[in-house]
């Protein structure tokens, strides 16, 4: 395509903004053009004015192709304040209910994908204090599931499952026998949606303890996995150790119905303290713009991208941050 893609670029904190530029330049070189606009948006920013995402900006970003995210979090900023000012209300206003993680170890015979349930579970901030700061403090966290929200994440990974690129086999990962709630939700839409819109595909279930125990011994067993966000979140930063490091783990914030944009970002943080060394790996954050191409409809530029980015991955391509974008970007 001769496409122009408009796209908000949150290079972030720390070695966000060293990775996102290898990013963009692999981007270029793979022939695709991008029309960036910047946001100074993260730790940084909060602790010199306050600011984390105001609303105008949500109102820009509703107007975009894509968001492009490095690294985001500083020393000195509380936990959660960036988390969930800015990360988690950018998932909530922008409905990016999926959260598409790929874990590719050619090797070794990995190849899988995790999709995570992106708005909902314990993330949706139900809970509070009672008494608190005194010796009879209690604190409550809800996990809150609806039947849409379930449902439009388990269908997603089915139609994923069944794409040619994939093994068409589906596994659900939950703990049903304790969260007998959310799990009994969790497992009735799995096995409803599958009976009614996808027999044909294979399923399995695992408990998320089992999982882990898999992850680790038997990754090769996956194709792909559904599961809620909180489980999500932790599978995924296994599913990075045990496919060369998360420094290669690439994800997306995705909107399927693209009612907005979707948002690309390496899973990996911010890395303070190797922060302006040029030092971290920018693959994640490349590997991460070709899942971007791929939503924007440049299957053929990302493809191209991964196949550099192997290279990388293989060890073969080593080097400093900026040596190691210019050698994937010399491969296209």
Not at 103 to 114: C, L, S, Y
Not at 117 to 125: H, I, P, R, V
Not at 310 to 326: C, D, N, R
Request: glycine share 12%; charged share 20%.
């Amino acid at each position: 395509m001769a496409s122009t893609y408009r796209v908000g670029v949150v290079r972030g904190d720390g070695i966000g903004l060293e990775v996102i530029d290898e990013g963009l330049k692999v981007i270029e070189a793979a022939g695709v053009t991008l029309d960036t606009i910047d946001y100074d948006l993260g730790g940084a920013r909060y602790l010199r004015d306050g600011t984390i995402l105001p609303d105008s900006v949500l109102d820009e970003w509703r107007g975009l192709d894509a968001i492009y995210l490095g690294a985001v979090g500083t020393p000195g900023v509380p936990p959660g304040v960036i988390e969930r000012g800015l990360l988690l209300k950018m998932r909530f206003e922008l409905d990016l209910f999926v959260n598409q993680r790929p874990f590719v170890d050619a090797a070794k015979g990995i190849d899988f994908i995790v999709i995570r349930e992106n708005t909902e579970g314990t993330y949706a901030g139900e809970g509070g204090f009672l008494r608190k700061g005194t010796p009879h403090e209690v604190a409550t966290q809800g996990s809150v599931n609806t039947r849409m929200g379930v449902e439009r994440c388990v269908r997603y990974a089915f139609d994923l499952a069944r794409t040619p690129a994939r093994r068409g086999h589906l596994t659900m990962v939950h703990k049903t026998n304790v969260l007998t709630f959310a799990g009994d939700l969790w497992e009735r839409t799995f096995n409803e949606v599958h009976a009614a819109d996808y027999a044909e595909v294979p399923t399995a279930y695992n408990h998320v303890d089992a999982a882990c125990i898999y992850f680790v011994e038997d990754p090769q067993r996956y194709d792909v996995i559904v599961t809620d966000n909180l489980f999500g979140d932790i599978l995924t930063d296994l599913g990075g150790a045990v496919t060369g490091g998360i420094g290669f783990a690439a994800s997306g914030n995705l909107n399927p119905a693209r009612t907005g944009p979707s948002m690309f970002e390496p899973v990996h943080g911010s890395a303070p303290d190797i922060a302006g060394q040029n030092k971290a790996n920018p693959t994640a954050a490349i590997l991460s713009g070709a899942m971007m191409l791929d939503f924007l409809g440049e299957p053929a530029a990302a493809d191209r991208i991964r196949a550099a980015c192997a290279a990388s991955m293989s060890g073969e391509i080593t080097g400093s941050t900026t040596s190691v974008g210019e050698q994937i970007a010399a491969r296209l």
